[in-house]
Each structure stands twice: as C-alpha cells, then as structure tokens.
C-alpha cells in the first residue's frame, strides 16, 4: 500500500433535521436517522463504509435499513432537502464553490453538520492520518456580503491498494507492483499536489484548523454525544 496526499477531498453531512447541530448529535441518534447515500459502490459509500468500520460504536450502529442508496450526489442533496424525516445526506467532494452540488447546499438551505470526532481524526495507514479538519469556502464573500465557510473532515491521502502478493507465483508483477508503490512513497508529498490552476488555488484557501480548534470541536461532539445518550437512559 503506497499513501499520497490529496487535499480538499471532503466528507459531507448535510441535513434540514434543526435538532442536528454536530457530530455528536449524529452519534448519540445513529441507530434512528435515516441516511442518504450515493449508490452503491460509488466512493462516497465506500468512504461511509470505511467510517463504520473504523467506528463501530458510532457511525458503525446505523443499521443496514435505515440506509438508502440513490443515483448520485445530486439526488442525494434534492431528497435530503424533500426529506420529511430529518434524514441526513453523505457524500465525498472536493470543496470547489464553483461546483453545482456545492452550490446546491447553499440553494437547498442545508446545514453542513462537520464530520469531525477523535475516532475519525485518529484512523491511520500506514502510519498516516486518514483525515484532517480543514474549513473550506462554500461561497465567496463581498462588499455587502460574508463568505460562506463549512469546516469538516478531508481526506489528507489517497490510497494505491494492491499488495504485490495478489500476484501469486508471478514474481515480475510481483516486484513491479512493490517498485510502483516504492516510488510513491519516495516522491515529495508536495509534488503530488496541483501546483497550479483553480484547484490548488482552492487548497491554497483550504485553512487547516489549530490542535486547540480541533480539541474544541472534538470535545463539544464528545459532550454532545454523552448527554443525549445520558438523557435516553
């Protein structure tokens, strides 16, 4: 497995539910909320999936029922909106305000519920964090009017599975697979990202948050969580 980083990769929760103000609240309600997702096998249900796995006492308790599969990001956004349920949608994107379903966030009146928790921020490969916290503009701002900002998870890597072991007998393949995954590990973390064009202008403006911002976040969807669980007792 080689790693590299990528940037600007969000994970997205967005809902009209008012009682779903934070992670936390997702957590302490998760067996109950009816979730939106991309289809099936797409990234963004990969990426739920993988969320699950690394939190089985969190994201991990949504059951398999209370999750239902559309056509793609769009549609996820428009039934979430139509939702008379307080379901919550999920998808992956990269934070471009110039990208329609950003857009349609904003159209729609969704709230961006940050998808930060210390179980998310401690997920490693390799010895590498997964995610990072990093606030994002959803909407430029002007003379008269305040930029619109949504500060979640992003991926901080992406990932080349494909241990050379697949390759059974076949030793070239083999060693062809572990020079491929070698040499990406060898290259420059910042040499793999754009250089130049909107999209590393985007991760330019990307602004990472402070370990004391992310103790705060973490800590409120912590607290969060346990009083809610503490109350349905």
Request: a neutral charge.
């Amino acid at each position: 497995m080689a790693l590299w980083p990528t940037g600007g990769e969000g994970l997205w929760m967005v809902t009209k539910n008012p009682e779903l103000r934070n992670y936390g609240h997702i957590l302490a309600l998760s067996r109950r909320i009816p979730f939106i997702l991309p289809a099936q096998g797409s990234g963004a249900a990969a990426s739920f999936a993988f969320l699950q796995q690394n939190d089985p006492e969190g994201l991990g308790r949504v059951p398999e029922a209370n999750k239902r599969y559309v056509a793609d990001t769009t549609t996820v956004l428009n039934e979430t909106a139509a939702s008379a349920t307080g379901a919550v949608g999920f998808f992956v994107q990269f934070a471009d305000p110039e990208n329609a379903n950003i857009k349609l966030i904003l159209e729609k009146g969704l709230t961006v519920v940050p998808v930060a928790s210390r179980d998310i921020l401690r997920i490693r490969l390799d010895g590498r964090s997964v995610y990072q916290l990093q606030t994002f503009s959803l909407k430029a701002g002007g003379l008269f009017v305040k930029a619109t900002e949504a500060t979640t998870a992003c991926t901080q890597v992406g990932i080349i599975t494909g241990s050379p072991d697949v390759f059974g007998s076949d030793r070239d393949a083999a060693d062809d697979q572990r020079d491929m995954i070698q040499k990406v590990r060898e290259v420059p973390a910042e040499k793999l990202l754009p250089q130049v064009g909107r999209v590393a202008a985007i991760l330019k403006q990307a602004r990472s948050m402070t370990q004391q911002a992310i103790d705060e976040v973490t800590a409120l969807v912590e607290s969060t969580r346990q009083m809610i669980e503490d109350r349905e007792r």
